[in-house]
């Protein structure tokens, strides 16, 4: 692809401005600002709004200026404020921790479904029920997007299709190499009703992996877990790593027995994969999970998604209005992506290093008890301000 950037695609049906793969959090929240800007957004989504996703649904305080300036009613929801945290290792003992600024909660299946209503009334061209199947350099500068809806072309190609999809195995991504996918993860969420506090968001662990569990919008509770995917096959599913595994932690005992369960089959994604990827790959922009995945204890993989589209959004302007050429906008973008993620994602890492494994959780369990200040610090590393 060359350096020297074309001026924006004419209006032509097929050919866009910025083609955007993938319509979650990061995807929805891009094109919300760039089609504000005045640009000529498609955006493609392989489901149709509105529906579950695998997530736990506790979004940290930072992302709620930004959400509302997209135009989320947050404030109306009356959605539940999460401050405490309670995390206990297999056999029950407890950390108790308060939050703060914490958190709130909000389902996907509402949070998406309203962003994609924001993105159609902002002029974004939405595609539900397409499916990406390949981007590739095209004549002009521009990109050819292959989908189950056809042909399209664009300047630019962002890619938010979240932890792993199709294109990764076609872009041939690092982290998708034979020897990480041994260490892959699984995860399992439910909606259910419980009688959860509003203000508490809890993380009990298992042998093999962790559960969290917390409020969403009307009386809801989300229940969702991470799991070593040979521990899953090696109970021999979902209903068995429940029974025999998850069930040896007496909170989750009572929850598991005790929950109304308000999907009649839990959702559930495998190939989950904490390797370190990039920002851009063969000049596609890289956002959300997609550019990196923070591990779900961190709670924090919802607001990069959407801080990475504030990051990138004037970053896109400046290179549509030709102030930046392509290269400048690579780098520029890599360069703060970095700045910005990469101790939260490091010291995810280590943290779930800990996690799922019944001794050193334990261990470090007992050790943080006594040193409030030293859990908050390490919250505070995965998190970042308000933006
Ligand atoms: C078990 C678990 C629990 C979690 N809990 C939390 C939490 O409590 N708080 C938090 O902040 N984060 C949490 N996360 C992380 C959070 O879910 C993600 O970081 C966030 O969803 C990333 O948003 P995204 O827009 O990058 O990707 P996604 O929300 O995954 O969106 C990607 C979209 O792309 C679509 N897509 C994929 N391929 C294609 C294609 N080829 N063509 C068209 N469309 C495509 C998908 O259908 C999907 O809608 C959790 C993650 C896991 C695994």
Known sequence: MSLIHSPEPTAHSKTY????????LAGLSLS???????HRVILFEK?????????????????WDFLERLGVPLTELNLPRITRLHVSDPQGQLLK?????????????????LLAQLARDAGVTLCEKTIVKSIEPAENDLFKLTTSAGEFYTSVAAGSYGKYANLDLRLKREFIAPETRSSAFSAIKYHIRHDIPADLISLHNFDGGYCGMSQVEEGRSCLCYLVRTDVLKQAGGIQALEETVLKRNPHLNTVLTQAERLYEQPLAISQIHFSPKSAVEAHILMLGDAAGLIPPLCGNGMSMALRASAMLSPLLHDFFKHRISRDQLEQEYTRQWRKAFLTRLRTGNLLQHLFGKPTPVSLA???LEPLPGVVRQLVNLTHGKPF
């Open 97 to 113: 921790q308060k939050l703060n600024p914490g958190g709130f909660g909000i389902s996907r299946y509402k949070l998406d479904n």
């Open 17 to 24: 401005s910025l083609a955007i793969i993938g319509g979650g």
């Open 365 to 367: 369990l007992r050790s």
């Open 32 to 38: 919300i600002q760039l089609a504000r800007l005045g």
């Open 47 to 63: 489901e149709r709004y509105p529906f579950h996703k695998v997530c736990g649904e506790y979004i940290a305080m930072e992302s």
